[in-house]
């Protein structure tokens, strides 16, 4: 699934097509109405967390990638599109496997781009604020609340909780203030060390605990479980992340 920083490059890679006029929409997507894309130029494509925004002046469309959506620019997969749109330079924006919904025009009254890791809005202390109104959260749901961290992803949530020494049951409301502080500034910190990793093809290389099995501080089997509300994969040192409850 893509996380907050693979949708920056996305912007990066289609960055091309603002300005450009759509001139095909198709897809097996039954959400919106595609036709209504023909003929429209793109104003703006921005991101908020795993939200790919697409701007038209007659629509706009959110590209949601859920668990297992993937995107191709300029190629195809061998399945048929949720949505496909042709651009009058010859390029092509493919988007597989996600949700494709119609939005309100106005995105800015509809997004809280402070609470998106990757943006220049990012506002650290109104994260902490609202991690103190949920104490007994755990540490791996709310690394994972989009209200708080949009954009993080699993993978981001088991490298920041190593980076910290925090076990993924601890609750938020028993962190000490210092913990609390560093979960937020890691979780932007990493997702921007995430997206040097990826431009790079080197992030799976940087992994410490996310789909490990030793811990490389204390060198002994990582535990792995399904752990919270969200029941996603965790992976954790028993003996250097501590459990605060």
Same mark, same amino acid.
């Given at each position: 699934?893509?996380?907050?920083?693979?949708?920056?490059?996305?912007?990066?890679? /289609? +960055? !091309?097509? =603002? #300005? $450009?006029? @759509? &001139?095909?929409?198709?897809?097996?997507?039954?959400?919106?109405? /595609? +036709? !209504?894309? =023909? #003929? $429209?130029? @793109? &104003?703006?494509?921005?991101?908020?967390?795993?939200?790919?925004?697409?701007?038209?002046?007659?629509?706009?469309?959110?590209?949601?990638?859920?668990?297992?959506?993937?995107?191709?620019?300029?190629?195809?997969?061998?399945?048929?599109?949720?949505?496909?749109?042709?651009?009058?330079?010859?390029?092509?924006?493919?988007?597989?496997?996600?949700?494709?919904?119609?939005?309100?025009?106005?995105?800015?009254?509809?997004?809280?781009?402070?609470?998106?890791?990757?943006?220049?809005?990012?506002?650290?202390?109104?994260?902490?604020?609202?991690?103190?109104?949920?104490?007994?959260?755990?540490?791996?749901?709310?690394?994972?609340?989009?209200?708080?961290?949009?954009?993080?992803?699993?993978?981001?949530?088991?490298?920041?909780?190593?980076?910290?020494?925090?076990?993924?049951?601890?609750?938020?409301?028993?962190?000490?203030?210092?913990?609390?502080?560093a979960l937020v500034q890691e979780a932007r910190q990493?997702?921007?060390?995430?997206?040097?990793?990826?431009?790079?093809?080197?992030?799976?290389?940087?992994?410490?605990?996310?789909?490990?099995?030793?811990?490389?501080?204390?060198?002994?089997?990582?535990?792995?479980?399904?752990?919270?509300?969200?029941?996603?994969?965790?992976?954790?040192?028993?003996?250097?992340?501590?459990?605060?409850?």
């Amino acid at each position: 699934m893509p996380e907050g920083p693979s949708l920056v490059i996305l912007k990066e890679q /289609t +960055a !091309r097509f =603002v #300005g $450009q006029e @759509i &001139v095909r929409a198709d897809g097996n997507t039954g959400a919106i109405d /595609t +036709a !209504r894309l =023909v #003929g $429209q130029p @793109i &104003v703006a494509l921005r991101t908020w967390g795993k939200h790919f925004l697409i701007q038209t002046p007659a629509m706009v469309v959110r590209i949601h990638f859920l668990l297992f959506g993937t995107y191709r620019v300029n190629e195809r997969r061998d399945k048929p599109p949720r949505l496909s749109l042709g651009f009058a330079d010859g390029g092509e924006l493919n988007f597989y496997a996600c949700s494709v919904k119609e939005i309100d025009s106005d995105i800015d009254a509809s997004y809280d781009w402070a609470a998106d890791v990757m943006s220049d809005a990012w506002d650290p202390a109104k994260a902490r604020k609202k991690l103190r109104a949920a104490p007994g959260t755990l540490a791996c749901d709310a690394l994972l609340d989009q209200d708080i961290f949009a954009g993080v992803g699993n993978i981001i949530k088991n490298e920041v909780l190593f980076r910290i020494r925090v076990h993924p049951l601890s609750t938020v409301g028993a962190l000490p203030p210092a913990k609390l502080r560093a979960l937020v500034q890691e979780a932007r910190q990493y997702s921007f060390d995430f997206l040097e990793w990826k431009k790079a093809f080197t992030l799976k290389q940087h992994w410490l605990a996310h789909n490990k099995k030793m811990c490389p501080r204390c060198h002994i089997p990582f535990h792995k479980a399904h752990l919270g509300r969200t029941n996603r994969r965790s992976f954790w040192c028993e003996r250097c992340q501590k459990l605060y409850t």
